[in-house]
């Protein structure tokens, strides 16, 4: 059963930095592209970053430069480091899987608030 | 990259269809067959509804079905069932490879 599970959300200051991690099981990890996707609360989903399996990486244009998205496949897992916080980056961030072209497993959500 | 657009919402009675539109731009929708579309309830993770435009992953019902047109791809629902209300997603592969997500459509079950 494919299963992806988040952790290392929580509270953070403006400015500064949290790592998020997302444990990956049930499938050959290091085949796959992998994605962090996030919510507002009550609002839209919002793609933030992605990493191939070569390790090539990619980033929407607001976090660019802030994020840094990586992999470890002997772990089955793979991170988003949070430098920089701002309020506006408040929200569910959710670890998928991309299966040619679509994401097509999701983990279940971690809350990172960004709050002085 | 702007969000794809999507209506705020739509309804319908159970056993009608509904349909719901995606309008993107020829740097996303219009370009590529990447277009699926997420269904999400009320504090759960997004699931995928249509992949690849039209394609019903494994455990998806037939009522659901996908197309595209240009820059406009469509989600219709048919035979509505009071458990189909929940929000809606579209989603694209874009020229800058990266990836947009549509504003979401609230689908209410009348």
């Known amino acids: 059963e494919v299963q992806l599970v988040e952790s290392g959300g929580g509270l953070a200051q403006p400015g500064g930095s949290l790592r998020l991690s997302c444990a990956a099981s049930?499938?050959?990890?290091?085949?796959?592209?992998m994605h962090w996707v996030r919510q507002v609360t009550g609002k839209g989903l919002e793609w933030v970053s992605g990493i191939a399996t070569g390790a090539d990486t990619y980033y929407s244009d607001s976090v660019k430069g802030r994020f840094t998205i990586s992999r470890e496949n002997a772990k089955s897992s793979f991170y988003l480091q949070m430098d920089s916080l701002r309020a506006g980056d408040t929200a569910v961030y959710y670890c998928?899987?991309?299966?040619?072209?679509?994401?097509?497993?999701w983990g279940q959500g971690i809350l990172v608030s960004v709050s002085s | 990259q702007s969000a794809l657009t999507q209506p705020a919402s739509v309804s319908g009675s159970p056993g009608q269809s509904i349909t719901i539109s995606c309008s993107g731009t020829s740097s996303d929708v219009g370009s590529y067959d990447y277009v699926s579309w997420f269904q999400q309830h009320p504090g759960e993770a997004p699931k995928l509804m249509i992949s690849d435009v039209n394609k019903r992953p494994s455990g998806v019902s037939n009522r659901f079905s996908g197309s595209k047109f240009g820059n406009k791809a469509s989600l219709t629902i048919s035979g509505l069932q009071a458990e189909d209300e929940a929000d809606y997603y579209c989603?694209?592969?874009?020229?800058?490879?990266?990836?947009?997500f549509g504003g979401g459509t609230k689908l209410t079950v009348l």
């Open positions: 998928a899987r991309e299966n040619y072209g679509n994401f097509d497993y």
């Open positions: 989603c694209s592969f874009t020229s800058s490879n990266t990836w947009v």
């Open positions: 049930g499938f050959t990890f290091s085949i796959y592209d």
